[in-house]
């Protein structure tokens, strides 16, 4: 009989935290395992209760009230940015408040996570919890260069000189939409939108079109780009007549060679 999962495999599962190998090897054996499964149940109720609303039921207050300052500083370091710019971004633009909320709720659940694991740590072995910091480390690393991207995009979502364009889906191509922001004097483009899933050995690719000139690469963007998007830096100063995606193969070329999926003209948004 195979061994069964790691204990803490389950919280990490059930929160979306385990990935690669170590996901697909606990997969494989959660199928096959009854006891596991009952595991993995009981684990994703404790992810449900780890929820920002819930946290009462899990952790205790003395750990809840550490997270809200650390939540809060999270915060309140991307407001300082925002207001660097000195602008107020236009109604329009407010949703893209809500992104980054997302993107403070996630934090919220991965300190969640961490709390209920120090809160539980005297039943865990030192080896479990090593591993665990290990990972923690990871996703700390990953924030960081995710916190480069928030950056990027309060300047530009807030800029008056931004322009933003609808891309529109094309006839006979995977259906999709999505949005595009960008400014030229600040040489960044940020991409959001979900198109249908591309082939395996397909990618799809963004593009700005210059007002003369051929077409230049913002790099690859994913077919589901709805909650993250894409931040992508381009040479500063190119004036932009449209922005376009196609579908490439796999990893893109330095120039489009497929079917355009999504097109947007500057100035038609
Ligand atoms: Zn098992």
Redo the contacts with the bound molecule.
Sequence with gaps: M?A??NPEDFDLYALGALDGEERQRFEA??RS?E??QKQLAQAREVAALVGLTAAEAAVPPAVKARLMEKIQKDKDATQQAAAQTAQKPARKRARWGLRFSLGFAMAAVVLALVCFWLWKQDTLHEQQLSHMMARLEKTQAEARRNQADVRAMTRVVSAPDTVQVDLAHQAGTPPGTAHVFYNGRMGIIIYTGVIAPAPSDKSYQLWLVPDSGAPVSAGLVEADQATGAAVAHLPRGLAAKAFAVTLEPKGGRPQPTGPKVLVGTVGNA
């Design positions: 195979e069964h999962a054996h959660v395992c006891a596991c």
